[in-house]
């Protein structure tokens, strides 16, 4: 599965904010750089009563793209999980909330 999202934010803006928790993010999560990529795993829900407990924790490979109205991120779950514990709209709610990100385009195979 795979996500597409604008914001009107520069791409060195983005990274910085990703590196540094929110009040409002809507997961703790893990930030990661690694094999010349940076890694987004969900770990638990933020301020909520729900809770990702045992279960698989969904990470995902994310791509920011300069361009000149801000920044596309691309954003793409990389294990092979059968089943997601965290919906698609709970993944655009942390783009939307983290970033000011909009969905331009969704692939879920």
Request: hydrophobic letters at 40%; charged letters at 30%.
């Amino acid at each position: 599965m795979k996500f597409y999202f604008h914001t009107h934010y520069a791409k060195d803006l983005c990274l910085q904010y990703m590196q540094n928790k929110n009040v409002n993010d809507f997961f703790e999560y893990k930030w990661e750089y690694k094999y010349g990529q940076w890694f987004i795993t969900f770990i638990e829900y933020a301020r909520s009563m729900r809770s990702l407990g045992n279960s698989p924790k969904p990470t995902f490979m994310v791509i920011f793209k300069e361009t000149p109205e801000g920044t596309d991120i691309e954003v793409e779950k990389v294990e092979d999980i059968p089943i997601m514990f965290v919906s698609f709209k709970e993944v655009h709610q942390f783009w939307e909330t983290k970033l000011d990100a909009v969905l331009i385009k969704e692939d879920t195979w």
